[in-house]
């Protein structure tokens, strides 16, 4: 899922306005470390968290019988591609708008394949999402061990991060979701920091012409950094859909579109979405590129007219259909005043 982590906007602005003469830290880089095998992490169940199996939400009756991709997606490690390849070249859909699979009224899953969210969403949502389990296999850390090995610091069970869903109606009976990021944030450190200015130069070269042509990396050696550093929180964000222009947590420009957009209506009150995206990744230092698909799957339960309660999964997938990673989450979120 490399595409849709990437650094927050603010954060680079921040860094950009108050990167002025004064910089200066400890040196605490921790080198990044790949994992002999597969790697699983989950939420104590001690904490207050959805079971493994189900995720079932707080409150929702247990003899209440629901199957959508989440409960394939959370039943065990790893998850199966659910997309036929193309030749190498996937024909791309860059649409939102809600298309319905041709076989999706033939699947095992419960409920219809819907063509819009229901009309009772349509707004703004916001809350917090908390990350319940992430799993990394070891294929992820061929292409870029430093950035597998930093996506899986940075989403370690029980972080926490902000959402925004917004729920519009470009057309009269058709609400759709649109695009949406959970941004998170860290303790800023001087590795970070010094990887997040030498991500920005690689990106932008031009920025060196607003600090007299001094390299970027060079900024945390000037007097009165260190304290800069420790107030700039690391901000990143696990984005939902596809991105164009982005910058991972390591450098890596992103760009992704959707192949495939399925809404499902499970019952009344509860309705998943799944998204298909076909992914290229570029490290700008090799030159190398990575092809890879992610899925996204979001559900909301309607537990009231103002409190939706939310599960999402995202799963990285390589050129080939193979597991990458995974990470699900979940929350709740009021409806926006």
């Not at 703004?124 to 992820?140: D, K």
């Not at 982005?246 to 019952?267: A, D, F, Q, Y």
């Not at 890879?292 to 309607?302: A, G, L, W």
Request: proline share 6%; glycine share 8%.
């Amino acid at each position: 899922m490399t595409t849709k982590f990437f650094l927050s906007m603010l954060m680079v602005n921040t860094i950009i306005l108050m990167s002025l003469p004064s910089i200066a830290a400890d040196n605490d880089q921790v080198p990044a470390t790949k994992p002999s095998e597969a790697s699983t992490s989950q939420a104590k169940p001690s904490e207050s968290k959805p079971a493994t199996s189900t995720m079932t939400p707080p409150g929702k009756p247990k003899t209440t019988t629901l199957y959508g991709r989440i409960e394939e997606i959370v039943s065990g490690p790893g998850a199966k591609l659910p997309y036929v390849l193309k030749a190498l070249k996937p024909k791309f859909d860059t649409s939102l708008s809600g298309k319905i699979s041709a076989a999706g009224a033939k699947t095992r899953y419960s409920g219809l394949v819907v063509s819009s969210f229901p009309g009772e969403f349509k707004g703004v949502w916001q809350g917090t999402l908390t990350i319940f389990a992430s799993e990394y296999a070891q294929g992820r850390y061929v292409f870029d061990a430093k950035e597998a090995s930093k996506e899986k610091q940075l989403t370690a069970p029980g972080t926490q991060g902000q959402v925004s869903f917004e729920f519009s109606e470009p057309n009269p009976g058709n609400v759709l979701l649109q695009p949406t990021q959970i941004t998170f944030t860290a303790p800023m450190d001087q590795a970070k920091w010094q990887d997040t200015l030498t991500q920005l130069q690689s990106a932008s070269p031009e920025l060196k012409g607003l600090f007299g042509g001094a390299d970027l990396s060079q900024l945390s050696q000037m007097p009165g950094m260190a304290a800069l550093i420790a107030s700039v929180p690391y901000m990143y964000a696990l984005h939902l859909g596809a991105i164009q222009n982005g910058m991972g947590v390591t450098g890596n420009t992103l760009n992704s579109e959707i192949v495939k957009n399925e809404i499902r209506k499970l019952s009344s009150s509860v309705i998943e979405q799944q998204l298909v995206i076909a992914e290229q990744v570029r490290n700008p230092q090799s030159g190398k590129i990575r092809i890879d698909y992610s899925e996204n799957v979001i559900r909301f339960y309607k537990q009231s007219d103002k409190q939706l309660y939310v599960q999402a999964a995202c799963i990285g997938y390589n050129q080939q259909g193979v597991f990458q990673d995974k990470i699900v989450l979940y929350g709740t979120v009021q409806r926006a005043q």
